[in-house]
């Protein structure tokens, strides 16, 4: 798996500087990602049918016509195109 930094660095040495315990905890077979050293998680398993209908149901809009609020006008999404693949 590839882990990125979690910031551009405006120098080399800043880089180096944050990369060389990273690399020190992979020698050691101690290296955590830094999400899990955050106690964040990613969510696991979650679908695109189930992401779409949390983004539907979070997002907000701006009040333009009677149809933006109304999520009935949007249609159902074709479950088909949205199973999990193996």
Known sequence: MLYRAPQAFDANDDATAWLSPERRQVEFD??????????????RGMTLES?????????????????TT????IGPL?????????
């Open 51 to 67: 992401y779409s209908d949390q983004w539907l149901e979070d997002r907000v809009l701006k009040r333009r016509t009677p149809s």
């Open 78 to 86: 074709p479950t088909s195109a949205l199973q999990r693949v193996p």
């Open 30 to 43: 101690e290296w955590v990602s830094p999400t899990d050293r955050r106690g964040e998680r990613m969510p």
């Open 70 to 73: 109304d999520r009935s006008s």
